[in-house]
Each structure stands twice: as structure tokens, then as C-alpha cells.
């Protein structure tokens, strides 16, 4: 049985290789840091914090939870001033220079995949502060770790997930969690922000209870959580800034349940006036505040166990010339492409071995 903290010994790119024990032992782990333990786990260890596109608060709880546990930060906050973006340096060629500076990695990259395709490149660490649009696990994490805070448990909760469901990374994420606790799900969105196909398939394969709504009225009542996320703008395709913004306002909270929180990964923009702030349903800026404690958890898991053997996780993939990954932010436009042939319950298909986003046969 692979345990833990061998399954961390390359960092985390996803949580679809934890199971639900995994995850309740990190956010118990997570907890001890929130109630004060500080182990100098970190101490003379140097941690890169590789950060190509904007951040505030994955970034800054990164940093000042490697500095709580003792390590050192090296690292950028844009990547406009390295060689990569001046002197058309490669990212493979830039990681391997800076795996040679530090224990491990933490970044954040515009592209659907790029967080795969470091941890592929390096033997240290990676941990994926959000790759595009795909994935943000430790996002993830702190929002469990605040469900589970607010609610007692995680499993059956009645999740409602409201706003741009179709491009937020922190979405991909909780829905790969959301299906381990057999949570309840409502998708409160306009239609072209719903999740995918590709995604809504999975969730069935997987026998998970969901609901679609276009608004918030009918779906308030029921939830125990409404989590929700900005309009990606900046991930459009076809730039369109004129796109509606789905609101939750204090009068749709009258029809809430007592113990309804509403998180957001953070930063809002319309989607929450700030009056919401003043009632005991908005739970965002104690969310924000977990992210320390969790991010805390995971690297003293990660360093703490030295002695565990690092192994790479061999994945098959499929012949390459046949196949093709249509989406346009996927890092396999910049490397060799790769794919791989997943089965979900029975059905079997090919995706992106980077983006996970179906492949299209050549
Ligand atoms: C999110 C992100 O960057 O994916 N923010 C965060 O990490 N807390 C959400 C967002 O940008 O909307």
C-alpha cells in the first residue's frame, strides 16, 4: 500500500491520486498548525516560488508557511523579468537551472498542464499553485479544510458551486474531491459557464447526485455551502468582457439554512456585494486564512519524511500520432504531446496526458 507521504515525495499536481484518508489526515495535520504547532521542518531548506501569473494569496501563504517552518524563499512574483520572457529562454531549460537552487518548487503557470510537466522535468518536489484553468489542489485543500470547520464533516454535505464554472481552476479541483465524499452538487451558472460535458459525464459515471440552475433563488434553501468564483475574464477565449455576472445578494440569504457558509476562493468581484460580509453566512476571508495553515501541513508532510524512496508514477500512454489535444492553453503545444486511455466505470476514452481534456483521434 502506498502510503501518504510517498505519494507526496514528487509534491502534489492533483488530488485525483489521494484517496479520502489521505485528505482527512491533512486537513487534521492542518489543524495542529491552525491550533499553533510549529515545527522547524523547513529549517535550512530553500523553496522556489515560481509564480508566472498574478497571485496574492497562494503565493503569500506559501511563502510565509515555508519561513513559519523554518526554510528559505527564492523565487519571482512575474515572470517578465527572467530569461525565459526576455531572452527566449525554454521552461524546460528554466526549471532545470532553478531545480539546481532548491528542495522544492511551487508554481503557478498560465498553462493547462505545465504543473505535470515540471514535476515530469524534476526530481525535486512540485506543488501546483494552479496550472490555467485545469487545477489548483491546494486551493482545494483549504476548502475542505473550511467545510469541514464549518460543517463537522465533509461527507454528504450539500455543495452549491455559483459562478464561472467552466474555466476556474479551483472548481476542477473541488469537483475531483467533491465525488471522494459523495457530496451533494448544485451548479448555480449561466449556461455557457456550466461545467463541461466531459466533466458532468464523469460526475454520472460516478454516481454523484447534481442539479443545474441558471439562478440562485430555487437552489438556496437546500445547501450547506455555497462556494463562488469570479468570471475568468482573462481566460476568454474570445475576450467578451460583456458576460453577466451571477450576484448573491443579503435578500436571496433569507431563504438559507442556519448553518450555510459561503466560501470563495478569492478575489471577488461583483459576485458577493460587500454587505454579505456582515452576516454569519460569509466565511471567504477565514477560508483565505486557512490556506497558512494547510499550506503549513503539506510541505512539513513533504519534508518531514526524507527517508521515503521518490518514485515517479509511471502512467501508459497511447501513441502520440494519433491523437490530437484541442485545447488551446494546454502546455502539449509547447512539448511533446501525450496522451492517455482512461476507463470510468466501464467506459474507456483517451484524454490529454497534461490537460486531461478528451483527445480528438488525428
Ligand atoms: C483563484 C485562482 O487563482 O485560481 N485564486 C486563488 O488562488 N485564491 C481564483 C481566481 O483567480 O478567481
Known sequence: MTTLAQKLTNGLITLSGLDREDILRILRHSQKFKDGYTPKSLENRIVASLFFEASTRTRLSFESAVQRLGGQVIGFSEASNTSLASKNESFADTLEIIAGYCDAVVMRHPNDGSAQLAQDLLSIPILNGG??????????????????????????????????????????????????????????????????????????????????????????????????????????????????NLIVTTDDLRNAKNNLKILHPLPRNEEIPNDVDDTPFAYYFQQAKNGLFVRMALLDLIFSNKDVPRTKTQTDLVAANEWRCGNKRCISHQCQPAFKRINVHGQTSVICYYCEQNATAQ
Do not use: C
Request: charged residues 20%; glycine residues 4%.
Open 131 to 244: 496550472d490555467g484553468t485545469h487545477l489548483h489542489p491546494t486551493q482545494t485543500l483549504l476548502d475542505l479544510f473550511s467545510i469541514f470547520e464549518t460543517q463537522g464533516t465533509l461527507a454528504g454535505i450539500h455543495l452549491g458551486l455559483m459562478g464561472d464554472l467552466r474555466y476556474s481552476r479551483t472548481i476542477q479541483s473541488l469537483l475531483e474531491t467533491a465525488v471522494m465524499f459523495n457530496m451533494q452538487l448544485s451548479f448555480i451558472s449561466d449556461d455557457d459557464f456550466q461545467p463541461s460535458q466531459q466533466q458532468l459525464d464523469w460526475l454520472k459515471a460516478n454516481n454523484v447526485t447534481f442539479s443545474l440552475h441558471n439562478d440562485i433563488h430555487n437552489a438556496i434553501a437546500e445547501l450547506d455551502v455555497l462556494y463562488v468564483t469570479r468570471l475568468q475574464k482573462e481566460r476568454f477565449v474570445n475576450n467578451s468582457t460583456d458576460v453577466q
